[in-house]
């Protein structure tokens, strides 16, 4: 759906809502943030995935990202609880190597990707840098990044 032709149904839509309704949705739009992105590669517990989703939507996270390597990811709704619907979830799953892809996007669009890896001497959560955009990367939970 092209850009053009989401604005038309959006406007159409909005005649069936609420002046409150859409000033709260204004509202929580006003919280999200494209400033930083979580990515996902290669999930294999779909319950994992879904539970990054909740929290991603509770933290305000637009954008989640999907690498799709050896694993396809599904949704688990029983633990997503919805989330996914107030959330972009944008795929990676057409190439031989996706996560190439996707950082290749990622970069473009001006993120410094951040991989989550247990190693000594790294930035921790806390003193991660957050003066441009960033792309924090989680992998498999069997094999990591």
Request: aromatic share 8%; proline share 2%; glycine share 4%.
């Amino acid at each position: 759906m092209n850009s053009e032709t989401k604005k038309a149904l959006l406007n159409h839509l909005t005649q069936f809502v609420t002046d409150r309704r859409k000033f709260l949705f204004t509202k929580i739009l006003s919280f999200r943030t494209r400033h930083i992105s979580v990515v996902m590669e290669d999930i294999y517990q779909s319950q994992n995935a879904s539970a990054v989703l909740r929290t991603c939507d509770l933290t305000g996270i637009q954008d989640v990202h999907i690498i799709e390597n050896k694993n396809q990811y599904d949704i688990n709704p029983d633990i997503a609880l919805g989330s996914s619907k107030w959330l972009n979830l944008i795929k990676y799953n057409e190439d031989e190597n996706n996560t190439i892809s996707a950082f290749k996007q990622l970069k473009e669009k001006g993120y410094r990707i951040i991989a989550t890896t247990p190693h000594e001497n790294n930035f921790t959560l806390d003193s991660i840098p957050l003066d441009k955009k960033i792309a924090v990367v989680f992998g498999t939970e069997l094999t990591g990044l």
